[in-house]
Every structure is written in structure tokens, then in C-alpha cells.
């Protein structure tokens, strides 16, 4: 089964004068349940642009997407993002943890929104997921009293504990030293292969590229 189906996807921006800037010209990805595939290119090839378009963060303007067997090419803005807060999960280079909370509270936080959960079914949730990180014994750390690595760790509990179809990735450790991204990627491979997750990672870094499934380039506003 295809978690992901694009097809046809194009983008682009509007230039002074009336000029249009493609980006995205024809994007055609599936991506089947539990399988991790890397998106690769040169700086301004448009990997982010993708992200943002497969992760409902942007509306799809040409082509059309199926995510976790619906199709989500013309939803309103409201439908497009419950369909996003229930099915997909997004780790980005930055951590954006909340300071003030601790690792418990972040990985907590979006199960507060939406599903209605009690708080021990929170709290199974959240256990889960910082055990599938291994930082259950940090759960009452702060993000100032964990290391880069060990807050990346956190954001991807985070964006496992709702149970996504998919999680996406953009530059995920791009933030680390080459251990630390190592042990950060295993993790995040480990996770979503053993909860049958979807993974999308954007990257530069051929390492990152070649721990995944399957690596394809984005080459002139295509998928190669």
C-alpha cells in the first residue's frame, strides 16, 4: 500500500512583471508503508518546496496527492490541516522545543490537541515514544540539560507519539556532529521501521541519503 501518491505536483512563484518561476514541474513519488526515502539536490532545487507540499504545510496549486489513502488535493485549509495533524509528523533541523518544558511536557504536547486522549492514555503515548528514543530516563530534563543529539531525539518522539502514516524530515541532522547525526538517524530509521512509519527525508548529506530505502534527486524541478 502507497502511504504517499503524487502525481503531477507543480509549483511556482510569481516574478515581477508577471513572471512565473517554476519549481516543481511534474514531481510523480510513491512511497508504500513503512519504507524511508531520501530526497536529494543541489541547494534551491526545490526539496524544501516538496516538504512543504507533500506535508499539507501548502496547498496543491497542479497535480494531485493521496496521503494515507485519501486524497487531500482540494481540501479547505481546515480539512488539509486535521488530515496533516492526524497523519503526518514533521522533524526539522531545528529542534523547536518548547525551553520551559520538560521532555515529557514537549513529546506531550501534541496529543493535547485534537484526539481528546485521557491522561494515562497520554501518558502510555508519551512513554512509548521517549522509549523508542531511548530517553525514557530523561523525561523530566529540560532542553538546556540535553545535548543537541538528545534534543533531536525528543523532536522525533514528538512527531512519532501521534501515530503518523508518515514522517517527514527536512535536514534532520543537520544541526550534529557525524556521531551524533549517526546515532540521531539510526533512531529515527529504528522507530518508523518498527512502528511500519513512512519516512521522507530531505538531505544534502550522502550519508543520511544512503541509510534509506530508496534515494531520489530532484533535478530541474523533477524526481530522478
Given at each position: 500500500?502507497?502511504?504517499?501518491?503524487?502525481?503531477?505536483?507543480?509549483?511556482?512563484?510569481?516574478?515581477?512583471?508577471?513572471?512565473?518561476?517554476?519549481?516543481?514541474?511534474?514531481?510523480?513519488?510513491?512511497?508504500?508503508?513503512?519504507?524511508?526515502?531520501?530526497?536529494?539536490?543541489?541547494?534551491?532545487?526545490?526539496?524544501?518546496?516538496?516538504?512543504?507540499?507533500?506535508?499539507?504545510?501548502?496547498?496543491?496549486?497542479?497535480?494531485?496527492?493521496?496521503?494515507?489513502?485519501?486524497?487531500?488535493?482540494?481540501?479547505?485549509?481546515?480539512?488539509?490541516?486535521?488530515?496533516?495533524?492526524?497523519?503526518?509528523?514533521?522533524?526539522?533541523?531545528?529542534?523547536?522545543?518548547?525551553?520551559?518544558?520538560?521532555?515529557?511536557?514537549?513529546?506531550?504536547?501534541?496529543l493535547r490537541y485534537g484526539e481528546g486522549l485521557?491522561?494515562?492514555?497520554?501518558?502510555?503515548?508519551?512513554?512509548?515514544?521517549?522509549?523508542?528514543?531511548?530517553?525514557?530516563?530523561?523525561?523530566?530534563?529540560?532542553?538546556?540539560?540535553?545535548?543537541?543529539?538528545?534534543?533531536?531525539?525528543?523532536?522525533?518522539?514528538?512527531?512519532?507519539?501521534?501515530?503518523?502514516?508518515?514522517?517527514?524530515?527536512?535536514?534532520?541532522?543537520?544541526?550534529?556532529?557525524v556521531d551524533t547525526a549517526s546515532t540521531v538517524?539510526?533512531?529515527?530509521?529504528?522507530?518508523?521501521?518498527?512502528?511500519?512509519?513512512?519516512?521522507?527525508?530531505?538531505?544534502?548529506?550522502?550519508?543520511?541519503?544512503?541509510?534509506?530505502?530508496?534515494?531520489?534527486?530532484?533535478?530541474?524541478?523533477?524526481?530522478?
Amino acid at each position: 500500500m502507497n502511504v504517499i501518491e503524487a502525481d503531477g505536483l507543480c509549483h511556482g512563484v510569481w516574478l515581477p512583471g508577471r513572471q512565473r518561476l517554476d519549481i516543481l514541474r511534474g514531481v510523480e513519488l510513491a512511497v508504500a508503508e513503512g519504507e524511508s526515502v531520501a530526497i536529494t539536490g543541489r541547494s534551491g532545487s526545490g526539496k524544501t518546496t516538496l516538504l512543504a507540499l507533500l506535508g499539507l504545510l501548502t496547498p496543491v496549486g497542479e497535480g494531485t496527492l493521496a496521503i494515507a489513502g485519501r486524497n487531500v488535493t482540494n481540501l479547505s485549509d481546515r480539512n488539509r490541516a486535521l488530515w496533516r495533524n492526524e497523519h503526518i509528523g514533521f522533524v526539522f533541523q531545528s529542534y523547536s522545543l518548547v525551553r520551559h518544558l520538560s521532555a515529557y511536557r514537549n513529546v506531550e504536547l501534541p496529543l493535547r490537541y485534537g484526539e481528546g486522549l485521557h491522561y494515562r492514555q497520554r501518558a502510555q503515548r508519551v512513554e512509548s515514544a521517549l522509549d523508542s528514543v531511548g530517553l525514557r530516563d530523561r523525561a523530566r530534563s529540560k532542553p538546556r540539560q540535553l545535548s543537541g543529539g538528545e534534543q533531536q531525539r525528543v523532536a522525533i518522539a514528538r512527531a512519532l507519539v501521534r501515530h503518523p502514516a508518515v514522517i517527514l524530515a527536512d535536514e534532520p541532522t543537520g544541526a550534529l556532529d557525524v556521531d551524533t547525526a549517526s546515532t540521531v538517524l539510526r533512531t529515527l530509521r529504528t522507530a518508523c521501521r518498527e512502528r511500519r512509519t513512512t519516512l521522507v527525508v530531505v538531505t544534502h548529506d550522502p550519508q543520511v541519503a544512503q541509510g534509506m530505502d530508496r534515494v531520489v534527486r530532484l533535478m530541474d524541478g523533477r524526481l530522478a
